[in-house]
């Protein structure tokens, strides 16, 4: 396992922190790993231990989460490929790069292969979701915009115990493992559901049908295993891996799987 350091560069809004695992040596195309909204690069970071024994990982935190500065103004997907884009140029790495994201972290990915093809070898997607109006709907419910933080703390308690049912503590996780991820969550204070907005605004389907990029897409028995497989006819170049065996915070429990699953489709 490779060491994951962390640290921070100039961006247009100010800082982006990120992690970053390498092997000396390694002349393989760098892996750009985007996260779920909200939360951090910590999701990745057991994972950049195994992949990182191959190539150059790096896992920022999406502006507004982990420890990156936020955006002036309500972020779209594109403001994010837009930063990141900011933060390979500030790295000084100008070959094309690898990227993996995951939920809000996969629209960001086929945006950035979508705004900027040159800069993009191939994508890895855990789940490509293609909602529809009723989904929409729905998910302004579960994720609404009131404002966590109250003097009573009610906002706060119930967001937890709906995190414990959705991260499938006791049956897959355990509460340690929840609460290392439910604390990133948080990252985002007051501003937490503009990662969300963001999702739900952008026009996923659209977008796929004008990359040409390679693209692996894992599918996790998480909750939008039936949303992303109405992505497959929109790839015109790759494939939705299914996985049953895996839900959420399945970087961390299956991560020497899930290292071989990735390094082996990058390495083709």
Same mark, same amino acid.
């Given at each position: 396992?490779?060491?994951?350091?962390?640290?921070?560069?100039?961006?247009?809004?100010?800082?982006?922190?990120?992690?970053?695992?390498?092997?000396?040596?390694?002349?393989?195309?760098?892996?750009?790993?985007?996260?779920?909204?909200?939360?951090?690069?910590?999701?990745?970071?057991?994972?950049?231990?195994?992949?990182?024994?191959?190539?150059?990982?790096?896992?920022?935190?999406?502006?507004?989460?982990?420890?990156?500065?936020?955006?002036?103004?309500?972020? %779209?997907? /594109?403001?994010?490929?837009? &930063?990141?884009? +900011?933060? *390979?140029?500030?790295? $000084?790495?100008?070959?094309?790069?690898?990227?993996?994201?995951?939920?809000?972290?996969?629209?960001?990915?086929?945006?950035?292969?979508?705004?900027?093809?040159?800069?993009?070898?191939?994508?890895?997607?855990?789940?490509?979701?293609?909602?529809?109006?009723?989904?929409?709907?729905?998910?302004?419910?579960?994720?609404?915009?009131?404002?966590?933080?109250?003097?009573?703390?009610?906002?706060?308690?119930?967001?937890?115990?709906?995190?414990?049912?959705?991260?499938?503590?006791?049956?897959?996780? %355990?509460? /340690?493992?929840?609460?290392? &991820?439910?604390? +990133?969550? *948080?990252?985002?204070? $007051?501003?937490?559901?503009?990662?969300?907005?963001?999702?739900?605004?952008?026009?996923?389907?659209?977008?796929?049908?004008?990359?040409?990029?390679?693209?692996?897409?894992?599918?996790?028995?998480?909750?939008?295993?039936?949303?992303?497989?109405?992505?497959?006819?929109?790839?015109?170049?790759?494939?939705?891996?299914?996985?049953?065996?895996?839900?959420?915070?399945?970087?961390?429990?299956?991560?020497?799987?899930?290292?071989?699953?990735?390094?082996?489709?990058?390495?083709?």
């Amino acid at each position: 396992m490779v060491n994951v350091h962390r640290g921070y560069t100039d961006v247009s809004l100010g800082q982006i922190h990120y992690r970053a695992a390498l092997q000396a040596g390694v002349t393989t195309p760098p892996l750009l790993m985007l996260h779920m909204s909200p939360a951090s690069g910590l999701v990745y970071e057991n994972l950049m231990g195994a992949v990182g024994e191959s190539r150059w990982c790096i896992a920022p935190d999406t502006p507004g989460y982990g420890n990156s500065d936020a955006p002036p103004d309500l972020p %779209t997907i /594109e403001t994010y490929a837009d &930063i990141m884009i +900011e933060l *390979l140029d500030s790295l $000084e790495i100008k070959e094309p790069v690898d990227v993996m994201g995951y939920h809000t972290g996969s629209m960001t990915s086929v945006s950035l292969a979508d705004r900027y093809a040159n800069r993009v070898r191939k994508l890895i997607l855990v789940s490509a979701p293609i909602f529809d109006e009723q989904d929409l709907e729905r998910f302004a419910k579960v994720y609404s915009e009131v404002p966590l933080w109250t003097k009573e703390g009610e906002r706060l308690l119930a967001q937890w115990q709906w995190f414990v049912e959705f991260f499938r503590v006791g049956e897959i996780n %355990t509460v /340690e493992q929840a609460g290392r &991820i439910f604390y +990133e969550r *948080l990252s985002g204070r $007051e501003k937490y559901w503009w990662g969300h907005h963001a999702a739900f605004q952008f026009d996923m389907k659209s977008a796929l049908t004008r990359v040409h990029h390679q693209i692996m897409v894992i599918n996790p028995a998480d909750d939008l295993p039936e949303h992303t497989r109405r992505s497959a006819s929109l790839i015109h170049d790759g494939w939705i891996q299914e996985h049953p065996e895996w839900t959420h915070g399945f970087m961390d429990s299956h991560t020497q799987a899930v290292a071989e699953v990735i390094t082996s489709y990058l390495n083709r």
